[in-house]
T-cell receptor
Framework: EPEVTQTPSHQVTQMGQEVILRCVPI?????FYWYRQILGQKVEFLVS????????KSEIFDDQFSVERPDGSNFTLKIRSTKLEDSAMYFC??????????FGEGSRLTVL | GEDVEQSLFLSVREGDSSVINCTYT??????LYWYKQEPGAGLQLLTY?????DMKQDQRLTVLLNKKDKHLSLRIADTQTGDSAIYFC???????????FGTGTRLTIIP
């Protein structure tokens, strides 16, 4: 069964460093999303992406964040200069037509 | 803004029914979802209900929606050890563009 894959599964980084989280969505899907979950808190929407542009973003998704689909298969989330409060589990999701979302297993980011 | 609330923990004996509750604030919620997250896995869509329905049944799962009280529940009949997971309630206004999730309810099965 096709699935969304995310790498790395866990990344530890120093505060101020740049981080790139990678996602390979399901191949025929056109809509892509990033969500995150800070430990003990709710899963929060970050951004949605369609037709090579951001379609919606939350207040969390400030100038430190960016997304890219560099090569037609990967969908990346970049955090330019990480802060302690960026420590969270980041979930990528994709959907074929804006319907059911399929989530990856998540990438755990720890900022020290 | 929208808010979705769930209790954090639920323990149920194997074979009993589990009922996981959720409340939401957004009166324009159109779709309400239940997702399951097993250890080390992503969020898996279990079931969803449109706001114009009040019940949906799918094998061992029953979803009840009380739109007036903005209350959603998930009932799992004959709970098994494989049902141990975190269950997330979520809502959206427009189908899936942006989901608002609850904190998740960790379901523990007692043998």
């Amino acid at each position: 069964e096709p699935e969304v894959t995310q790498t790395p599964s866990h990344q530890v980084t120093q505060m101020g460093q740049e981080v790139i989280l990678r996602c390979v969505p399901i191949s025929n899907h056109l809509y892509f999303y990033w969500y995150r979950q800070i430990l003990g808190q709710k899963v929060e929407f970050l951004v949605s992406f369609y037709n090579n542009e951001i379609s919606e973003k939350s207040e969390i998704f400030d100038d430190q964040f960016s997304v890219e689909r560099p090569d037609g298969s990967n969908f990346t989330l970049k955090i330019r200069s990480t802060k302690l409060e960026d420590s969270a589990m980041y979930f990528c999701a994709s959907s074929e037509n804006g319907g059911e979302l399929f989530f990856g297993e998540g990438s755990r980011l720890t900022v020290l | 803004g929208e808010d979705v609330e769930q209790s954090l923990f639920l323990s149920v004996r194997e074979g009993d029914s589990s009922v996981i509750n959720c409340t939401y604030t957004d009166s324009s919620s159109t779709y309400l979802y239940w997702y399951k997250q097993e250890p080390g896995a992503g969020l898996q869509l279990l079931t969803y209900i449109f706001s114009n329905m009040d019940m949906k049944q799918d094998q061992r799962l029953t979803v009840l929606l009380n739109k007036k009280d903005k209350h959603l529940s998930l009932r799992i009949a004959d709970t098994q050890t494989g049902d141990s997971a975190i269950y997330f309630c979520a809502e959206s206004d427009d189908g899936n563009e942006k989901l608002t999730f609850g904190t998740g309810t960790r379901l523990t099965i007692i043998p």
